[in-house]
DNA sequence: CCTCGTCAGGTAAGCGCTTTCCTCGGAGGC
DNA sequence: GCCTCCGAGGAAAGCGCTTACCTGACGAGG
């Protein structure tokens, strides 16, 4: 393995020179030595080694990541911003999967802190438990403190700079559609109990029932994996415990998915006889049969704000920035069927986008 | 920001025995020593410098990951894949997105090459380009001879241990399976032309209808971005040059998904007047309408293998291992409709997966 | 009683780079 | 012609850690 003192030796120069031309620094070299020191890398094939650049260094280059899953289309697209702005600024993103389990999110911040990352982003939602909280809160600011840099999305436990998508106000968007709509009791599909956006989502949902006159009870609420999966059980249960539920509102679009699945097994036509509604809006709703009726949440532009976050300068005080969710209607949702509870395909509008 | 010699200091002790406890190792020490110096630690909030310990240790830790892109549902299966595994060797993985771009994927390379990972996994399809691929074999080799591990999924440009799904196969599957419904001429929607995934696809479909005495013509093919949107328009075009077409191959499930909305939005049955199939059987093709047949990829085995590939003692020669393609049958595809083109919604199978 | 082995613990030499500070030669000023 | 200044290049001091090697004390064996 070539090494700086290699193609210095081989040029005929100190490695103090070598490394100057070869990270092109202010400090002026001659034509001649700068040639050769080119050629010796090329011929040696020298590639530097990032770990001892980083130490001798005084700034950190590398930003790191921490979703729950990237494959899971929520985070896909969130990552597709971040990357982005990662890439244009020349910083390597490393992306570290927490799969929703707070110890590992921890190890992780540590991780990133112990790799002297410029910075860390936290997308995902938080968890309603103090005492992991609050290490990670301590976790963080640590960090901070040694000069790094941190940007969450969607979690406002760590006080610092974030980016907080409308979780309530969506849920709130949602469930009064669905009421504008005519129904009048819905069915809630909703993620795991302990993460902040389950509960979020849920209370402006409960917001939107109490404007409307109504009440979301428990027995309307199925909680389960925030995944296909979880939604298709969720929705099983949901439908067995109320046969004559006219709509569902499920907490994100994968849940939503799962749902639609379970209801074309019953052959409940979605939205002759159910009205169903997602959130997220990930990019494969609109190909769904129907499509998904959700609530947008603009998912890269998120990971786009939260890593200009973390790569500005840090502010005198925290800078929290809103993402706003906008509802969109497609074809999932329609009015509840005329009482006797038959079939009445009518639409919101018409299929296909 | 606290360092090992702040922690020995605390602890009254050398950074030597520090270390030693810190990283448990194998030398015996005192339990006295022990406890004050995890004491200093735990008050200090001591997290050791990851780069420092790269560079004086002898053995690399992390791996490196270069996908096309994470938010693409086939890597990001693959990519699940990978980081299982990686993460039950302990290992950090670093993922990179090439975005498709040969020279990006050769920066990303080098750079993981710079931060000495202990192997690096390439995925994604090869290109069609000698002078680039040359120089990643390269690269590749170089960095091999430093100690690194190597193992690339689906390409076979680069000597060593691979992955490689039997693309050519599978494309075969496809059209026979088109063939032996009874449809004569079948329309392809194919990736980018530069891509090996793409050719060899399309060799196999190729293959496929000579055996049955047809040929696919430059005519009935149609290439565009590996994508949804790719596949949209792909679709377009190949309707529009070919308005008896009763069948359709797109070379991925994200193409199908895309073809499927350009179908469905100039109301044309599926599989009813044109049957569709796709390629990978990406998760979400049971949940549109109709569910997609597809030929099935293991990708997120093939990530777990891949892994596993890179992670093991290096072996004498290069392995090869294949990923077997395999025919799934769902409901886009049918007979095609009896000459008149009359619609004909029957169906291979029932809908609903 | 002296020597040797053993073992806890420390000393210090790197790992591969960056960067400060120093040197040295030549050009310019008086 | 001498002194100063400047600029190209080099010497060397770290960056924070690991680990081979050394030390010194203590118990055992001769």
Redesign the interface.
């Given at each position: 393995?070539a090494t700086l003192a290699d193609v210095a030796r081989r040029a005929g120069v100190s490695t103090a020179t070598a490394s100057r031309i070869i990270n092109n620094s202010p400090k002026p070299v001659g034509e001649a030595l700068r040639e050769r020191v080119l050629a010796a890398v090329a011929e040696l094939?020298f590639?530097?080694?990032?770990?001892?650049?980083?130490?001798a260094r005084a700034h950190r280059s590398a930003v790191g990541v921490i979703v729950h899953?990237?494959?899971?289309?929520y985070f896909?697209?969130i990552?597709?911003g971040l990357?982005r702005v990662a890439t244009d600024h020349g910083r390597?993103?490393?992306?570290?999967?927490s799969y929703r389990d707070p110890e590992r999110e921890l190890a992780y911040v540590?991780?990133l802190?112990?790799?002297?990352t410029a910075a860390i982003v936290l997308a995902g939602s938080g968890y309603h438990d103090a005492p992991v909280t609050a290490r990670l809160d301590?976790k963080l600011r640590?960090y901070e403190?040694?000069?790094g840099r941190v940007a969450v999305i969607g979690r406002h436990e760590h006080a610092g700079d974030a980016i907080v998508p409308e979780n309530e106000h969506g849920g709130y968007l949602a469930a009064d559609a669905l009421y504008r709509l005519g129904h009048t009791t819905i069915g809630v599909i909703a993620g795991p109990k302990h993460l902040t956006t389950t509960t979020d989502r849920l209370a402006g949902l409960r917001r939107a029932a109490r404007e409307h006159g109504h009440r979301l009870t428990t027995r309307h609420i199925e909680y389960a994996g925030f995944d296909?999966n979880g939604g298709m059980a969720a929705a099983a249960r949901l439908l067995d415990r109320n046969p004559s539920l006219t709509a569902i509102a499920a907490l994100n679009d994968s849940m939503a998915?799962g749902a639609?699945?379970c209801l074309?097994?019953r052959g409940i036509d979605v939205p002759g006889r159910v009205s169903l509604i997602g959130f997220d809006d990930m990019?494969?709703s609109?190909?769904?049969?129907p499509p998904l009726s959700t609530v947008r949440l603009p998912l890269e532009e998120i990971g786009v704000r939260a890593m200009s976050l973390a790569l500005r300068e840090p502010q005198a005080g925290p800078t929290v920035e809103h993402a706003a969710a906008e509802l969109v209607l497609r074809g999932s949702t329609a009015p509840p069927p005329p009482a006797g509870r038959t079939r009445r395909p009518a639409r919101t509008r018409p299929?296909?986008?």
């Open positions: 393995m094939e590639v530097p080694n990032a770990n001892a650049q980083q130490l899953d990237v494959s899971d289309p896909a697209e990552t597709r990357q390597l993103v490393i992306i570290c999967n540590d991780l802190h112990a790799h002297q301590r640590l403190s040694t000069g296909r998915i639609l699945a074309r097994e990019p494969i609109v190909d769904v049969t299929p296909g986008d």
